[in-house]
């Protein structure tokens, strides 16, 4: 069965500093990956998504950067952080290149800036 | 601009009676529909989907119907049990993409 990791589950970091979160999918291949992010009372937004090794989609023009280096990994950095960086950040996963596959999601990384 | 809208943020239902659970959207390409379940800390969980060519999918306790001519779509749960209190995110797709556009979510409280 496919199972989807992401780490940390917490993190507080100072204004300015780097950030890096990492997401993993097992027992899968060529998984289409997304990165998302919800804020304080709001829905979940699209930042990223990427149907393949070293390809990235941006959604929302921002401070955060995306990469995928192995084809069933999925960062998501920032070079300085902000205040309105904090959230609850989801890496989600599909099957590769199929439309209409439901996304699964891991259990996200709660971000708050100071 | 939101594409998937969920006007109700809150909803308070009685156990064992149905849950309605709304979503409008804006965009006429969208061609495929889900629903999603999250408790706190947690991520979401798939709960059911529907495809443009459908207008009712059933799984178990849930059901999801879609008028396309409206652009809405409801969740509804039947009966509602305690442990269905959370937040219900809709979520559609455009046809022949990848991007899943999700709405704000409404938090439903059924009460025992």
């Known amino acids: 069965s496919q199972t989807i990791h992401q780490w940390p589950a917490t993190l507080v970091q100072p204004v300015g500093s780097p950030l890096s979160l990492e997401c993993t999918v097992e027992g899968t291949s060529n998984p289409n990956l997304y990165w998302y992010r919800q804020a304080a009372g709001r829905g979940l937004q699209l930042l990223f998504y990427?149907?393949?090794?070293?390809?990235i989609s941006s959604e929302v023009p921002q401070n955060l950067s995306a990469s995928r280096p192995q084809d069933r990994q999925f960062i998501l950095s920032s070079k300085k952080l902000l205040l309105s960086d904090s959230g609850f950040y989801l890496c989600?996963?599909?099957?590769?290149?199929?439309?209409?596959?439901?996304?699964?999601f891991g259990n996200g990384t709660r971000l708050t800036v100071t | 601009d939101q594409q998937v809208k969920q006007n109700s943020p809150s909803l308070s239902v009685q156990e064992g009676r149905i849950s309605i659970l709304n979503c409008d959207y804006t965009?006429?390409?969208?061609?495929?529909f889900l629903w999603y379940k999250k408790y706190p800390a947690e991520g979401p969980t798939f709960l059911i989907s529907?495809?443009?060519?459908?207008d009712k999918n059933e799984d178990g306790r849930f059901t999801v119907f879609l008028n396309k001519s409206a652009k809405h779509l409801s969740l509804h749960i039947v009966p509602s049990q305690p442990g269905d209190s959370a937040v219900y995110f809709c979520?559609?797709?455009?046809?022949?993409?990848?991007?899943?556009?999700f709405g704000t979510g409404t938090r439903l409280k059924v009460l025992a």
């Open positions: 529907i495809s443009s060519i459908k």
């Open positions: 965009n006429s390409m969208f061609d495929y």
């Open positions: 979520a559609a797709s455009e046809a022949g993409t990848y991007k899943y556009i």
């Open positions: 989600a996963w599909s099957v590769g290149r199929i439309y209409n596959s439901p996304l699964h």
């Open positions: 990427s149907v393949g090794i070293g390809q």
